[in-house]
């Protein structure tokens, strides 16, 4: 995935950089060295390091997974916004962050090695600051994840919403920035024309406290949500099942990734984003899983690669380089992860696999051999033990 520092767009989607016989040389974590093989086994820099064999298979950036609800809300609580931050609230720190580790480890054996998880629980200020806390505690246990603010008003309620958005602009914001508990400010863009005001006066906030912004886009008519992402810089816009081919034209050239999600679409039966109308008109794609363990129970970033070449039209390269390096971008972190480059961090797949290619055929499996997290093997594929036929009852015993 060496590319250029912005994101992938057009035909350098396609461009994935691939190295026959290559190898990495890694050192404290870090890429030292990319290229082929016999450049690097002659580097005086290699003498002594300690050689992991992957011939036959793919090696590749690990998935950059850019839009995630692991956290809220709750399995079960399928209620609404008010009930699940309940639920939230009830629940003991401890669990929560059990529930929410074993998301991520389930992850990493899929291929994440980087992952957003976003907040949800509208104005609830008790239950929004526990998810964050939890997500503070798994920063980088196993892999790093990203904590998002998600702002979402009432749904119901007229005479309770400005109270909520005052709430949440005047105090909670400033409150998770300085204790550094959100990295990003995301923006549920939900209801009619009565409530952009208050998304407004959220987005613009949210940039003068320092947080970068997103946006959800999923209603049925987003050219509003989509143009206030691009006027309001924000890093990436999210879903855009609805969008037209002319809102497509509105990302063109601008600084907002578009972040497509084809595990929602696929699971909730409804439209899916114009992903060639997207990449065609010159916008940034990427691409994420969207996990929900209500209404989009899918953690494997393998699945939305292959999803996205059968139903959304993307090659196979352009479906890796969205879920890798614009990922990446989509969290402001393509400096450190989402391609194979001397000076960034050892975030590396070995597939079951000698073509990158087969990642968009092969639907619902897990082709990762091994995932490594900042030099370190963090999960490696293991044999299914064999049973021992001196334990199993003789056939006449089952009859």
Known sequence: MRGSRGPRCGPALNEVGLIPDGALLIRDGVLLETG?????????????????????????????????????????????VEKSAGLIRATNGQRLEM????????????????VEVKTGCGPDESAETKILRVLAALKRDPLDVIPTFLFRLPASGEDRIEPAADAVIRDLMPKLKRRRLAQFADLAWEGGP???????????????LGFACKVHADQAAPGAAITAAVEQFAVSVDHLEHATAAEAALLAGSCTVATLLPCASFHGGGASAPA????DAGAAVALATNFNPLHTPTLN??????????????????AISAATINGAHALGRADRTGSLEPGKLADVL???????????RDFGGNLVHR??????????????????????PPLSEWS
Not at 38 to 57: I, K, P, S, Y
Not at 66 to 79: I, K, Q, R
Not at 301 to 318: D, F, K, W
Request: aromatic share 6%; no cysteine.
């Open 350 to 360: 070995i597939l079951n696999a000698s073509d990158y290619r087969d990642l968009a």
């Open 301 to 318: 970033p393998q699945t939305v690669v292959a999803l996205a070449s059968m139903r959304l039209g993307l090659t196979a390269a352009e």
């Open 99 to 114: 529930r929410v580790r074993g998301y991520l480890q389930s992850m990493a054996r899929h291929g994440a090695t980087t």
């Open 371 to 392: 995932t490594m997290k900042r030099g370190e093997f963090i999960y490696t594929e293991g044999e299914v033990a064999r049973r021992d036929h001196r334990l199993s």
């Open 276 to 279: 060639r109308a997207l990449i």
């Open 36 to 80: 082929t093989t016999r450049r690097l086994e002659n580097l005086a820099e290699a003498r002594g390091a300690e050689d992991v064999n992957a011939a036959g298979r793919v090696v590749m950036p690990g998935f950059v997974d850019s839009h995630t609800h692991l956290a809220f809300p709750p399995p079960g609580a399928d209620e609404g």
């Open 194 to 208: 009565a409530r952009h005001d208050y998304f407004a006066r959220f987005l613009a906030a949210a940039r003068s």
